[in-house]
């Protein structure tokens, strides 16, 4: 589905810089040799534009401003997409009122202020922030041009519907089927770029589905026993890349020492033969307690206990990870916390005693989170969100369906990351 041809080429220093990586590896101490970030990147991108634009004429000037999609790391472009295929976006509103609640965000964080931890609701949040008159522009616009089945999420995201031609005259680009190319199988439909209608310029911040690509790497989960290899520069960090990201000082010591009883390769058994492997160095709740100064644990039957009741905590999930129930509680005897009930909202089930036991590689990120967050706050409801970023399911799914539960939980944890350079500006 198209309506213009493709963006003109970007030259020069500004496509130099471009194309250079746009992260240090782990230990580099030289930053000057770093590569810009993908924000730099933009920002350079648009200046470049931007001057290259003055004396030009308004076709010309319009189309400096056009934002480009991410460098596409695992994705074929394999054809264009039909006119007549329907397609929905989801168009982020600009919001009220954001240096306001960034200065109370830090004035709450801040020990010693006088408004440290006193936490608006999400009422009086959304209050601040939500902007009913650009959501109404912008529905208006869209409706006059055929778009339908709307629905507002969480106050600040309008979901529309349409054939790809009412969106490609609208957006000026041209939409494509896009293939991966690793196991990972899926198909999608995004566009290269876009042009940001001057009827919106003002009322909408971004607007997802467009042109970010889901660039997560299929999980490759080791089992006990085999050989890794690390990656090289240009492959994308997985999750199981351990030697990039786990800082040094938390290394198992040094080789050739003999493990506790009980640890094999960096597992141990409990945590008393964790705790001797690395030589006192585990992260424990008691010591994160201290550091953070975090209130001590209520008792059962008290009015604190009942209050932190009142609140809740969702772990997301994804990358084929799932938590042991028996590990956790376990965890939860050596450190005398509370034991609470896991329910999982995406209706999946990723408890797995069995799957952690024949492959603890697949019983990382989904198990370290329920623990802990049960342990930093043990009379809070928990809950689990797993989604696998496969077919049309990438971040921007997750956060939508998030701000579509009822009741929104008060905390979430998201032991997950995409980097910046195959991400679009509209997802950042």
Sequence with gaps: ASDVGAPPPVRGDVASAVSEDDACDVGHNNRSQCGLSALQKQGQLLS???SLAQGASPAAKMESMRVQAPRRLLWDRVRVASDDLQHELIFSI???????MHRMLMERSTPGSPHFRQWLSREEALSLT??????????????GIGANSF??????????RAPLRVWCRLLSTTFFIFHRTDSKSGEMVRADSYLMPETLVGHVEGILRLLQLDESPAPVLRTQGSQHTPPSKSTPLGHDDLERIVPRHLQPPV???SAPSGCDRGFCDSFEGLNALLEGHVITPDKLRKAY????????????????ANTSQLVFSTIEQFWSPSDRA???????ITSQAVSELDGGIHSSDSKCVSNKYACSEANLDVQYMNAMSPWSNITLYYMDFKGAHDFDAFVVEL???DPLPHVISISYGMGERSSSSDII
């Design 151 to 160: 629905r507002e999420v969480g106050s600040s995201f309008l979901r529309a």
């Design 255 to 257: 080789v050739g020492k």
């Design 94 to 100: 600009k919001q009220r009122n954001l240096d306001q």
């Design 330 to 336: 376990e965890f939860q005897t050596t450190f005398n």
């Design 403 to 405: 701000l579509d539960l």
């Design 48 to 50: 470049g534009a931007r």
């Design 293 to 308: 100064n975090v209130p001590a644990m209520a008792l059962p039957g008290s009015k604190e206990a009942d209050e932190r």
């Design 130 to 143: 939500r902007n009913d008159a650009s959501m109404a522009v912008v529905r208006q616009l869209l409706e």
